[in-house]
């Protein structure tokens, strides 16, 4: 949102420079809200349940999905203010899903959990530098802003499908890889 929503807000829905600047922060306020409400939230679901496909995936899925909907139906609505509360839920609602990727990357990981969250943490810096370069040449190439919503919300609804292909109750390591460590723990 810090590289392109202020621009959006002034090209869209003519807001000047400065309310765009403080629309441009609420978005970011979801995110600092949903994401420890969504570690929080998928602790206590795993404890409950005793599922990680609840607790992770589950709660990720769902996250993915309703941030897709929330920015998507932002285009529908008029009102500047209400349109950037709307794109806010959605961005809370994706922040829900933050902590299940660091939760299955430990989960995941196991003595391998640092290769695992760097290729996880690198991916996603990829795709939000790869972004900003994207959006203006979207808007060139169409000349419509709104356009960017629906890519976004895209995006999301491609997280929830690789969230779907996730088995948070697998492991990177291998079977005979994990019988080694066993039995190496085993003869120390």
């Known amino acids: 949102y810090a590289s392109w929503f202020a621009t959006f807000l002034q090209e869209t829905r003519e ?3 400065a309310k765009a600047g403080v629309m441009t922060s609420l978005p970011l306020c979801g995110v600092v809200v949903g994401s420890p409400l969504g570690g929080i939230f998928s602790d206590w679901l795993l404890s409950r349940t005793g599922s990680r496909r609840i607790a992770r995936q589950g709660v990720a899925v ?12 932002a285009y529908f609505v008029e009102n500047v203010w209400l349109a950037v509360l709307v794109i806010s839920a959605g961005s809370f609602w994706s ?3 933050g902590p299940c990727a660091y939760a299955v990357t ?6 391998h959990v640092g290769t ?3 290729m996880m943490n690198m991916c996603g810096n990829i ?3 790869v972004f900003p370069l994207v959006v203006p ?3 060139q190439a169409t000349g419509n802003w709104d356009l960017v919503l629906f890519l976004f919300a895209g995006i999301y609804v491609a997280a929830a499908a690789c969230w779907m292909l996730v088995n948070p109750n697998s492991s990177i390591v291998g079977k005979s890889q994990i019988s080694r460590t066993k039995s190496q ?3 120390n």
């Open 127 to 129: 795709g939000a530098a």
């Open 95 to 97: 922040a829900l899903g």
């Open 116 to 118: 695992v969250f760097s």
């Open 106 to 111: 430990i989960d995941l990981g196991g003595n």
């Open 137 to 139: 040449r979207l808007v």
């Open 185 to 187: 723990t085993v003869s």
């Open 62 to 73: 769902t996250s993915m999905l309703g941030c897709a909907v929330l920015i998507a139906a």
């Open 15 to 17: 807001v000047s420079l």
